[in-house]
């Protein structure tokens, strides 16, 4: 460690909780804990709701670290992105919120440190409370000792660090993209109709070329779920997929040592990075690889992308295999809106479930096999280039995750000069 370098308490490298001028009753963006995504540097708020003087309060910038179990140890830290000209907004009381010291520390430096495994591990062997609602006390942190370089080299050690999430947040914009072009195909072609409207009336389909448009009927038959394009058919969803299920796999055999291989829990669908590894080798175990489409069948029922590394599947986890000539798009996209509809009509007294009863008795609408070949041509490459763009991700995250403790530490050292 170079001799510049100091060692002082977290609590007096950076700003705990500072001070951020709210008015009561006035409106400003709220941030929950769900809208922190542990694999995403940025949060942000969904809503705004009036300031009646509790929770967290911060600016832009700012680092969220959450402060009570399981979310601290599912790594819920990220910076608060205003979306709008409110740069100042509160929220969740479980937050503690970190911004630089003016003179001693830079502000994107205080986030890396934050997410540095010494500080989180230390946060979290500070926890106190009862079983399932522990939480770290904001006066634990001042007991904690963290090394702390000049501001020219904590700016440099952001930016090198900074950079990588860049590469990382603008596959995440672009990759949104990607999905809702996708979703706005699937929308228009199966559940709008707006081809088959558009022949109906002798007119061209908008932004559709004439040999895709004649793959399309110009008519509508009635079936049990309302008019369906003539030719078209309403069936199970297992005459698109396949559905498998998790197996139960022995949590004694769990680790986080990288014993065996990965286990995707319903936790770790979000974030798309197992944290548990398993040696067992369940026989009725199934491989999860890049392009499933992964289900959660407890709390909420989203079906993911999966982008991560190859994981066996942990039981309340589903995966839906598109069938010969089905592709992961159109499985994807016509089970969204039925999980969509289970959710809001699930009721229960503590945690709402999917069901096989659930899923046997989804219904979808299928094209002709030219139009489904049609709509696969347009958008699988769309989802084959999301997988590229979150595996790309996962590897800078990789090299982020590496450089971080080595930078913090001062094991390696990067020039002042390398700040833009």
């Not at 308490?9 to 950076?14: H, L």
């Not at 963006?29 to 967290?56: D, H, I, L, W, Y």
């Not at 990965?262 to 548990?276: A, F, S, Y």
Request: charged residues 25%; contains cysteine.
């Amino acid at each position: 460690m170079g001799g510049e370098w100091k060692r002082v308490q977290f609590s007096d490298a950076v700003w705990v909780n500072p001070p951020v001028p709210l008015k009561r009753g006035e409106n400003y963006p709220f941030v929950e804990m769900q809208n922190v995504n542990p694999s995403e540097r940025a949060a942000r708020s969904k809503q705004s709701r009036p300031f009646t003087g509790g929770g967290a309060r911060f600016a832009a910038g700012d680092t969220l670290m959450a402060r009570i179990t399981p979310c601290l140890e599912n790594g819920k830290t990220a910076r608060f992105v205003s979306e709008d000209d409110q740069a100042i907004a509160h929220g969740s009381t479980e937050f503690i919120v970190i911004r630089g010291r003016p003179g001693v520390s830079d502000t994107n430096f205080a986030y890396y440190l934050t997410r540095w495994r010494e500080v989180q591990d230390f946060a979290i062997s500070q926890m106190t409370g009862t079983s399932g609602r522990q939480r770290v006390p904001t006066e634990a942190l001042s007991h904690l000792t963290v090394p702390l370089p000049p501001l020219p080299e904590q700016k440099a050690i952001a930016s090198v660090l900074g950079a990588l999430d860049d590469k990382i947040e603008l596959n995440r914009r672009t990759n949104e993209t990607l999905e809702t072009m996708a979703r706005a195909v699937f929308k228009s072609w199966f559940v709008d109709f707006d081809p088959v409207h558009a022949k109906s009336k002798d007119l061209q389909p908008d932004g559709m070329d004439a040999d895709t448009a004649k793959l399309f009927p110009s008519s509508f038959v009635d079936f049990e779920i309302g008019r369906v394009p003539k030719g078209w058919k309403v069936v199970p969803i297992y005459e698109i997929a396949d559905v498998i299920y998790g197996a139960p796999f022995s949590s004694a055999l769990f680790n986080d040592k990288e014993g065996g291989r990965p286990l995707i829990r319903i936790r770790d669908l979000p974030k798309e990075c197992p944290g548990v590894w398993t040696p067992e080798v369940h026989p009725k175990g199934y491989l999860v690889h890049a392009g499933d489409v992964v289900v959660g069948m407890d709390g909420e029922f989203r079906a993911y992308l999966w982008g991560g590394s190859d994981a066996w599947l942990n039981q309340r986890v589903c995966v839906f295999v598109p069938r010969q000539g089905v592709s992961a798009a159109f499985v994807r996209e016509s089970i969204s809106g039925l999980l969509a509809e289970v959710e809001a009509t699930e009721t229960a007294t503590t945690v709402i479930h999917l069901g096989k009863n659930d899923i046997d008795r989804f219904k979808v609408i299928v094209p002709d096999p030219q139009v489904l070949a049609g709509f696969n041509r347009h958008c699988q490459p769309l989802y084959d280039a999301v997988i590229a763009k979150k595996q790309e991700s996962r590897t800078l995250a990789c090299q982020r995750d590496a450089l971080l403790p080595r930078l913090l530490s001062g094991e390696l050292t990067v020039p002042a000069s390398k700040v833009a």
